[in-house]
């Protein structure tokens, strides 16, 4: 890693590599010049990083803000600037509610003017691979500083782009009224990468980025809007290369959205006095009248915000990428035509313990009426399966669907550092959803969860950024003194599988595969919980999730869409 510039100027001032004040001076302003880049619409005056030397520029604004008109529109270009842009602080994120856990306070925070990026380059870069990311969150939370990239941009040798976008229903809206023109659709959070994406193909050369070799990542929810992009006819030649961080194909049906939607935002008109009664209003919400769409568009950004919460990976509490054969094909994931580059596809080995554990389900008396051995048992068994099943869900489930129509390579990825099976053990968390995090940069928010400084963490997170930075350059991830990391294919079904003990990484590719059939057996069969208390679990805790469709119908789950 870089020492901060202005150190190493010292430095050599004082050994007298410098000849006089004068020349230090010089090069500091030199070093300020830097600091300013052109954009197409305007220069940016970004910081240099104290401890790195990384440059960064926060908050460039890639659309101008989606308020007024644009509240539910697709991104247009911002106003053009004639003086430079303080780009030296980061900028608000999209509208939300979030819980401060130290607290346990929920507030509303963000603004709708949200279409902005973060970049993240060295001052030696030149025509260097670029890594754009979505942030997690649902599509109803987040921000583009979830992972910063002063570390990234040196251990993985690109420019590292991360985006803001809109979110919750400012970001997904598919009601009628939205939609009456010909072409128009609700996805306005994958039109706003689109637009980002086009930002980075013109303006990153300025940042010593290559606009020929752009890789889209994300996690969580922006690995899941990264699939989404493979089948999304918009995307196609914005990018030259795939990841998916815990992403999996998610698709909702435009009009069963629809529904869930008005029904949402139902009881505000009924406060507003337009309904004496909720299903009134919703059928009036579900028509696509002038009335309605002036009614949306003067909601208060608060009042909207605060529907549809926190909807827990389950589409039916906030449905979103909506099959409206615009942005996504009507026939989702089952298209024959992809946005053919190399992909990655990554996941924990225990991606749902995040989930389980804090579900309030653990919190309700037919839980915490038990005793303590079973109400352990109770979330251990959620914890085990819903992770088998989120885990396959994440990458396997996704390269079998893909495979045959599939022109690229796949390459799938497991995390399994911390859990039952690893060679380091994280108690209740194990490899939770995130734990790729600490392997890109030390600068996170998991410490809680287990020490990643130790030795043998930080030896597999260097041997995964050396894999990353050849995937980044090449669309392969294999190089030089690394152990072959084979792309997937139904004959040879190997993910690399990351691992390590308290002084050494263990990596190695094999296959873990299984698939649901099996791991419904395996429930069926499990005997560490009573019977009652196992389908009090099954029904309220794992039900609905992105990877509960086949659990659901094998136990009869009752569907939370209305």
């Not at 002063?150 to 400012?170: A, E, M, T």
Request: charged residues 20%; negative net charge; glycine residues 10%.
């Amino acid at each position: 890693m870089k020492k901060h510039l202005c150190v190493m100027m010292a430095a050599m001032l004082a050994l007298g590599v410098f000849g006089s004040a004068a020349a230090y001076a010089e090069e500091a302003d030199a070093s300020s010049a830097e600091l300013v880049r052109q954009t197409q619409f305007g220069e940016v005056t970004g910081i240099e990083d104290a401890d790195t030397g990384a440059l960064i520029w926060y908050g460039i604004p890639y659309a101008a803000a989606p308020v007024g008109e644009l509240r539910w529109a697709a991104p247009a270009d911002p106003e053009a600037w004639t003086e430079a842009l303080d780009c030296t602080e980061p900028a608000e994120p999209g509208m939300q509610y979030a819980t401060d856990y130290a607290t346990g306070e929920t507030k509303l925070i963000g603004t709708e003017d949200c279409l902005n990026l973060d970049v993240y380059t060295r001052p030696d870069a030149g025509n260097l691979p670029v890594l754009v990311y979505v942030h997690g969150g649902n599509n109803q939370t987040g921000k583009s500083g979830e992972i910063p990239g002063r570390q990234i941009v040196y251990d993985n040798n690109c420019v590292y782009v991360s985006l803001n976008y809109r979110l919750g229903l400012f970001g997904f809206n598919c009601l009628p009224a939205l939609l009456t023109e010909e072409g128009s659709t609700g996805n306005f959070t994958m039109l706003d990468i689109a637009k980002a994406l086009d930002w980075v193909k013109a303006n990153i050369s300025a940042f010593g980025g290559d606009p020929e070799n752009i890789t889209v990542s994300g996690f969580s929810a922006g690995g899941r809007d990264v699939m989404a992009m493979l089948v999304s006819p918009l995307f196609a030649g914005k990018f030259n290369k795939a990841i998916a961080f815990s992403g999996g194909m998610t698709i909702a049906d435009q009009a069963a959205s629809a529904s869930q939607i008005a029904g949402a935002i139902a009881p505000l008109a009924v406060e507003d006095g337009l309904f004496e009664d909720e299903a009134a209003a919703k059928d009036w919400l579900l028509t696509d009248g002038e009335d309605v769409k002036e009614y949306l568009f003067g909601l208060t950004p608060d009042r909207v915000c605060a529907l549809m919460g926190n909807a827990g990976i389950r589409m039916s509490a906030f449905p979103h990428l909506y099959n409206d054969g615009i942005v996504l094909p009507e026939e989702g994931f089952d298209t024959d035509t992809y946005n053919n580059v190399p992909l990655l596809m990554l996941t924990g080995a225990t991606e749902f313990s995040l989930f389980c554990n804090f579900d309030g389900y653990f919190f309700s008396p037919a839980i915490t009426e038990l005793d303590e051995e079973t109400q352990e048992a109770a979330k251990a068994f959620a914890r085990l399966y819903g992770s088998d099943m989120y885990r396959i869900f994440n990458g396997q489930c996704s390269a079998e669907k893909m495979f045959d129509k599939y022109q690229e390579k796949i390459y799938l990825a497991q995390v399994e550092y911390g859990s039952v099976n690893s060679a380091t053990f994280l108690p209740a968390m194990g490899s939770f959803h995130g734990i790729f995090v600490p392997m890109l940069t030390n600068d996170h928010t998991y410490g809680g969860f287990g020490d990643f400084t130790v030795e043998g963490f930080q030896a597999m997170a260097a041997q995964f950024d050396r894999y990353l930075a050849n995937f980044l350059a090449a669309g392969d991830p294999n190089g030089e003194d690394l152990t072959e990391w084979p792309a997937w294919t139904p004959e040879n079904e190997a993910s690399m599988v990351f691992d390590a003990d308290e002084t050494s990484a263990i990596i190695e590719a094999r296959d873990v595969s299984t698939t649901y059939e099996d791991i419904l057996a395996q429930m069926d069969a499990d005997d560490s919980v009573p019977e009652d208390t196992k389908n009090g679990v099954i029904q309220n805790v794992m039900n609905g999730r992105w990877f509960s469709a086949a659990l659901d119908e094998h136990y009869g789950n009752e569907s939370l869409w209305q």
